[in-house]
């Protein structure tokens, strides 16, 4: 049974921009950083995403980075997601 499909509700320029701007995401072979302030939607925004994507039936993957260590580079932590990403698909398909 597939869960319930978040709802989009927006009547603002700017928002409906950004629902345009999350259906072209949603469908590219890539990883997206999400970014802002606290409060401002970004779990609601990488849920949409997923939503819309082709592994919409995928198990969600949510790192927060601000756990993560400060010493740690930025390129490991992208390169150990890639891999993990890896590993999920290859063990859904």
């Given at each position: 049974?597939?869960?319930?499909?978040?709802p989009?509700?927006?009547?603002?320029?700017a928002?409906i921009?950004?629902?345009?701007?999350?259906?072209?995401?949603?469908v590219a072979p890539t990883?997206?950083l999400?970014?802002?302030?606290?409060?401002?939607?970004?779990d609601?925004?990488?849920?949409l995403?997923h939503?819309l994507?082709?592994r919409?039936?995928?198990?969600?993957?949510?790192?927060?980075?601000?756990s993560?260590?400060?010493?740690?580079?930025?390129?490991?932590?992208a390169?150990?997601?890639?891999?993990?990403v890896?590993?999920?698909?290859a063990?859904?398909?």
């Amino acid at each position: 049974m597939a869960a319930e499909r978040l709802p989009w509700i927006s009547a603002d320029p700017a928002s409906i921009r950004l629902f345009e701007l999350a259906q072209k995401v949603a469908v590219a072979p890539t990883i997206l950083l999400i970014s802002g302030e606290s409060g401002t939607g970004k779990d609601y925004l990488a849920r949409l995403v997923h939503e819309l994507g082709p592994r919409r039936d995928a198990p969600f993957l949510k790192i927060d980075c601000a756990s993560l260590p400060p010493q740690l580079p930025a390129v490991v932590v992208a390169q150990k997601f890639e891999r993990v990403v890896d590993e999920i698909d290859a063990a859904v398909q």
